[in-house]
């Protein structure tokens, strides 16, 4: 008996060593850091960096997709991302879709929408699950909170001598502009846009799949293996795809997939 306790305790004592890092931080000192596996929506915003430009007056453009806004969830949610937006010190915000799970939340996506406004411009394409919701409702969800509803459209902003164009999935190509950006929600929209000369594509859905065992070529595994554009960032000529993990899930339980939201210097 005394035998087997041991190996028990010996065991439990390896899987917490895998589940938890220990770090240095700031001053040296070793501290516990988050764990490889996340299970709920307390912790803040993981941001991701992604460098278009090096320029130092850059356009700092914020992406955020599948927010998942859903009962019981929200207020969490809408704090996290405000958060998020504020550390990044955003000169955009772009929401890429799966921003409501149903439409009792619409009203904490209007909120969400003005809150952001007082930030930085904010501009919004649907995804699948606003799909099922009503496209429409969304979107006057969006625009009601002060927002731009862009999924057929594009949009102009000046920062500094510099135009950027922000393009929505269903926008016409557009020519002009100093960057050109495609903000959408499924990845898949790269396999026509690779060719279409935007400096960045944006998208989300696949949430990392979740659960990332390790990464292969750019891609995110095991989730390749069933989606072929399950990427965190990759580049073809002068084009640079950026797939967001996302903020929220449907069941919150994650392995080396942080929820996030992700800054780009363009």
């Known amino acids: 008996m005394a035998t087997r306790c041991g190996l028990y305790k010996r065991l439990i004592l390896y899987l917490v060593a895998i589940l938890v890092q220990r770090v240095p931080n700031h ?3 070793t501290v516990v850091s988050a764990s490889l596996l996340t299970i709920g929506n307390h912790h803040p915003l993981h941001i991701r960096e992604e460098r278009i430009s090096a320029r130092v007056d850059a356009c700092r453009v914020t992406y955020i997709s599948d927010i998942h806004l859903r009962h019981g969830r929200s207020d969490q ?3 996290q991302v405000l958060d ?3 550390r990044c010190e955003s000169h955009a915000v772009l929401l890429g879709g799966d921003l409501v799970d149903s439409p009792s939340e619409l009203n904490h996506l209007t909120d969400l929408v003005g809150k952001l406004c007082e930030i930085a411009p904010v501009m ?3 995804g699948n699950h606003d ?6 409702k969304v979107r006057d969800a969006v625009r009601n909170g002060g927002g731009q509803w862009i999924h057929d459209r594009a949009v102009r902003m000046s920062h500094g001598a510099r135009t950027i164009v922000v393009s929505g999935p269903d926008a016409a190509l557009q020519t002009d502009g100093d960057v050109r950006i495609l903000c959408a929600h499924n990845p898949r929209v790269w396999k026509r846009s690779q060719h279409d000369g935007y400096d960045l594509v944006l998208a989300g859905h696949l949430h990392g799949c979740q659960f990332v065992a390790f990464e292969y070529r750019d891609r995110l595994f095991p989730g390749a293996m069933f989606y072929p554009f399950c990427f965190l960032s990759h580049q073809s000529g002068a084009t640079r795809l950026v797939v967001s993990r996302g903020v929220s899930d449907l069941v919150p339980i994650r392995w080396r997939c942080p929820r996030e939201v992700v800054l780009c210097h363009v």
């Open 124 to 126: 919004a394409v649907a």
């Open 77 to 79: 949610l809408v704090a």
């Open 27 to 29: 001053a040296g000192e």
């Open 84 to 86: 998020s937006v504020i």
């Open 131 to 136: 799909n099922h919701v009503g496209t429409f």
